[in-house]
């Protein structure tokens, strides 16, 4: 059985960080993207970052780049999201995501066809 589950989520005042870790388990990943999503109240979930899990390239939207950083801790097999600078427009659900597809139009990145969600992790940011 797939799990993620997720942690490192809170709350942080604006210009603070916060590292969110995704523990995958149940099956290899090797050839899959994985990555992160969130969802603000009252807005639709929008696509944050994401890495080729075997290595290569990763994905960044341009809300959050130069601030936040995917990177996979090899020796827990975890996903983890370094969050720098945070912005209150930063506060949101954030989910990870496993075995998507990723595509771009207009500069912006979207997924599809997901095959594994976390239950979520609360980042709240203050002003």
């Known amino acids: 059985q797939v799990q993620l589950v997720e942690s490192g989520g809170g709350l942080v005042q604006a210009g603070g960080s916060l590292r969110l870790s995704c523990a995958a388990s149940?099956?290899?990943?090797?050839?899959?993207?994985m990555g992160w999503l969130r969802q603000a109240p009252g807005k639709e979930r929008e696509f944050v970052a994401a890495?080729?899990?075997?290595?290569?390239?990763?994905y960044y939207a341009e809300s959050v780049k130069g601030r936040f950083t995917i990177f996979r801790d090899n020796t827990q097999n975890t996903l983890c999201l370094q969050m720098n600078s945070l912005k209150p427009e930063d506060t949101a659900v954030y989910y990870c995501?496993?075995?998507?597809?990723?595509?771009?139009?207009?500069?912006?990145?979207?997924?599809?066809?997901?095959?594994?969600w976390g239950q979520g992790t609360q980042v709240t940011v203050s002003s």
């Open positions: 890495l080729a899990w075997g290595g290569g390239s990763s």
């Open positions: 995501a496993a075995d998507f597809t990723i595509y771009s139009r207009d500069d912006y990145y979207y997924t599809r066809e997901t095959r594994y």
């Open positions: 149940g099956r290899s990943f090797d050839n899959k993207i």
